[in-house]
């Protein structure tokens, strides 16, 4: 999946939109103002703060073994096909409206169709929030590669969060938000940037981004938080540098108010290249949560894109770590956005 994992002082991202929150476009109204003012205060309130959400790990764990059911599900293939409309059942499930967004690419082995899934929850304002996944997995001629944690935990929850979030539907959040779960995230060559000039990757994300860009519907996303490799039982997820520090901080200083400071520790990683890139290139605020020590012994990837990536490697606990902290962190960030 990633070319690289570097220690943060060794790696700067040249596109990174930097360490401030985004400014208004316009200015608020003085009514605006004060309900800004209001969510930033309810918002900073720590000790109100809940521990824990209805997201629900076992659920999040069947949609990940449901998509490991599958089998391999590299973009174009049946497997993938039947993962998408597993998707879908279930968002419809939940009463979310989705949309496929199909399209062609041309990848090392010829044109593939790619088809990624969105779905929507209404919020007060048209401007959106986006969570995502990537659901297709890594083809491997030499062995089954079935993606439990690569491909599979983050659909898994990011279905859940989505549940979560739709079954709060009366009471409107201030922001839409757009589940999204990409395809072709995963390159075709063996390595991620070994062919078409280091664009056999990410297919899904870029096509969005710049789909988004082309009917200048780009501005209306505020912020994108993506999920990726992050239901490794031996949870690990330190600060993603490369991605927007406010939604780091919100995000980490969220889980560690939870207790979660082991699972989401301070140390700075940064890793070169994931689905939040093609949208923080374009200018929206993003931010990857992975655990890029997915292995047998701890700082060790060695499950990683191998055949050891399976369900006994995952778990419902770290599901819902993720998951809690994703949706206890919204209302921070929703504040920051003015
Ligand atoms: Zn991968």
Redesign the pocket.
Known sequence: ??LILLIAAAFTFACSDGSNPPKPAIEATPAQKVELDQSSKADTSKKTMAKTTAFDGERAFNNVKTQVEFGPRPAGSAANEKAREHIVRELNSYGLKTTLEEFTGNTPRGKVKFKNVVAELPGESPNVIIIASHFD??PFKEFTFV?AN??GSSTGALLEIARVLASEKEQKRKFTYWFVFFDG??AFCHEWSECLDGKDNTYGSRYMANRLKKEKQLSRVKAMILLD?MGDKDLTIPREEGSSQWLVEAIWGTAQQLGHAKEFPSRPSSVGDDDHMPFLRAGVPAVDIIDFEYGSAPGENDY??TKEDTLDKISPRSLKIVGDVVLLSLPRIEAQIR
């Open positions: 999946m990633r997995t890594k993606g690569d491909g995230e995963e490799m990683w894109h």
